[in-house]
């Protein structure tokens, strides 16, 4: 989100609350507390952001996003259905339940542009989707489309054969 110019009309009240006798529910359990590795580079600050979506389906190809992504300065995140098929890091999701971003471009990858991911991505300048089905609804949110599989785009934009 884009930080608001500072009002210094406005006045508020602090209320502090005391939670000290407050009780969880208790048909809630910790079971572990997993620590999960977070590389440097942040969604927050990233001029470019490419979007990896299930379409993309193999690590394999994530790899080929990634070194690409390195090539041209970018960060690789990923839609929620490319978390769950481990694709893509949790703390790199974008969307209604992950981040919000609003880089300089984005490039949408298999990625078919339900309302919980595009809601989170209108704030980039310049949204480059690329998916091979022309009916996707992240071409109603792009500014190019580039209707193709992500093997026929990723040999063209590095010119290495997949
Ligand atoms: C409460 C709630 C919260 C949610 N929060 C989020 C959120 O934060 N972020 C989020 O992203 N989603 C969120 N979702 C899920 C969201 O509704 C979608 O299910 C999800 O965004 C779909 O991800 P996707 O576009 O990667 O996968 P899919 O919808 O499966 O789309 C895959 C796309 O890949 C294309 N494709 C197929 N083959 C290829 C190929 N060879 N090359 C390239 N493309 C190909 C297909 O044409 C398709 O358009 C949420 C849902 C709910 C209910």
């Known amino acids: 989100m884009k930080a608001l110019p500072a009002d210094e009309s406005l006045t508020g009240e602090i209320i502090r609350h005391d939670f000290s006798g407050f009780c969880p529910d208790t048909r809630i359990r910790l079971i572990r507390e997993v620590l999960e590795e977070a590389t440097g580079d942040s969604l927050g600050n990233s001029r470019i952001i490419i979007g990896v979506g299930r379409g993309v389906k193999t690590p394999a190809l994530v790899e080929r996003i990634r070194r690409w992504a ?93």
């Open 70 to 162: 390195a090539q041209i300065g970018a960060v690789v995140a990923g839609s929620r259905a490319a978390v769950e098929a481990g694709l893509i890091e949790a703390h790199k999701q974008v969307g209604q339940t992950g981040h919000t971003i609003a880089p300089d471009l984005y490039v949408a990858i298999g990625i078919s542009g339900q309302i919980q991911h595009t809601a989170a991505i209108t704030g980039a300048k310049k949204i480059i989707a690329i998916n091979p089905d022309c009916n996707a609804p992240i071409f109603h949110v792009a500014d190019y489309g580039w209707v193709t599989t992500t093997e026929e785009a990723l040999s063209q934009l590095t010119g290495e054969a997949i």
